[in-house]
């Protein structure tokens, strides 16, 4: 990870909740923002043939959903006023490292095209947020974590890198980081809670030898 960089930005993809979070040098709140439920993305697909492959994210997670129940309800009078555009796919349930994934209408869509719709959002998300809440936020200044379990192989780490510099993240402005490891770093930061230990940091509080325990209680799996 580029030390120098004024700001940090993680991203995580899980199994039943996808967000990001940010923080700065000089700032030590951590901003934080859930957004979707798995992954679950909305696209726009052109009706003309010559057009099929020009698709483009319109929403993530629940936006989606709302966005995919929407245009279930358009009149046939609706569909046929001559728009080119409509939300038409609803895609989820996705695995790393596969080739496809099946949506709704019997379809297919590469995995990686759908992670990449992901990043992509994400980041522009992030960026945004960051204009709002801070000052002088230069893009190059900004370096991403894509946090993975720590069972995945070097394969799916190389997917969701990959994904994500085809999202445009450039690859020196990106590291993967184990959930366990992650976790375990931000964990060393937290105040204690034991009247013993006054108000130190965990880490501050910790001697050579000593072993903790930390639990991962997530979406679909848990991790000890």
Known sequence: MDAAKRFVAAIDIGTA????AFSTKVIPTIFTCANGRNLICCLIKLQHPFF???QRIL???YDAENK???NLEIDSDDEESGEEERCAVLFQKIQVGTSESDEESGTKMKAFDIFTFAFKYFKEQIINKMKRT???VDIEDIHYVLTVPAIWNDNAKLFMRKSAEEAGIKGSQLTIALEAEAASL???ELRSDREDKG???FSESLKTGMKFVMLDLGGN???I
């Open 17 to 20: 909740y996808s967000g990001y």
């Open 59 to 61: 929403a993530f997670g």
């Open 186 to 188: 931000y964990c060393q």
């Open 199 to 201: 108000n130190l940091m």
């Open 52 to 54: 099929r492959s020009k």
């Open 221 to 223: 799996y848990n991790h």
């Open 68 to 70: 995919y129940m929407s």
């Open 134 to 136: 801070l000052k002088d």
